[in-house]
């Protein structure tokens, strides 16, 4: 297993919660899809360029509405990435495996009307990673590897964790690097499918956190997968975490051991420097949340790490 102890056991149990909540009220489930779209596309775009801002994402996505100064292109990321993921929901109730003509319609789709004579279609030339040192393979090799691919996807990774199984996917894919062009974007969809069919939340990679991003992946490209998981496990978390605070009627207000401080306040009386819990909280041994560049934690998390530490001992 690769995900931290601590936090594989509070994704496990944050999931059992979410589970026994279910179904949840319509007007939650509306609510929570259309912030969280719009959420998605926005920081999946923007970790690849996109400088449509969140709002811009969402007046456009509501109202259809053209952004002054702003390019035709970034406007079709946006659409297309909502029509990918539609299709992303569609595949959700259906039994089949997922498969390399899953990836290629959700990648024709994240391209139409940007380059239609790729979308969908694998490259045909070799290709370079900028900034990155891993080669992606020689064209003539895709479709094997993407069958190969697939057949993982449907095979061995099903013994695995489902966090686990879905950030190693991404991974593959995008190693793999099978297209010209939205190769990110679609790995990250690819991501989600595999995440929500085994009902889990969509998990947003945030723009706050590319430079991290792009160094697990480079650190699994040289066989160090386990950054990438917990990276993705800390993004999954706290995809539960807004989840089960939106599904859970709130009729009092929370204990004080309960509510989110920044980690300055969480660390006063403590043993623990705020340094150190931004230490634990980006490696996942903490239960902490990110909103932007800052972390935020409870009491009783820094008391439950505290304890987790006293009882490996």
Sequence with gaps: MMLESRLLTRINQKKAALDALRPLPPGVVRRLHE????????????????TLTLRETQLILETGLTIGGKSLREHLEVVNHQKAID????LLDVTMPITAFHVRTLHQLVL??????NAGQYRQVPVRIAGARHTPPDAWELNQLMNE???WVNGESMTRHSVERAALAHHRLAAIHPFIDGNGRTARLVMNLLLMREGYPPT????ANRRQYYRVLAQADGGQERPLVNFAGRAVEQGLTFYLQASTPQVQLPEPDEMWLSLRQAAEGTPYSQDY?????????LEAIKHGRNWYTTRAAVEAYKKSVKTSD
């Design 35 to 50: 912030q969280l779209a719009a959420e998605w596309i926005y920081h999946s775009n923007a970790i690849e360029g996109n």
């Design 87 to 90: 299709y992303v929901e569609s």
């Design 112 to 117: 139409a009307g940007i380059d239609d004579d």
């Design 149 to 151: 691919w697939g057949d």
């Design 204 to 207: 947003i990679i945030m723009k």
């Design 277 to 285: 819990l931004s230490f634990l909280a980006r490696r996942g041994r």
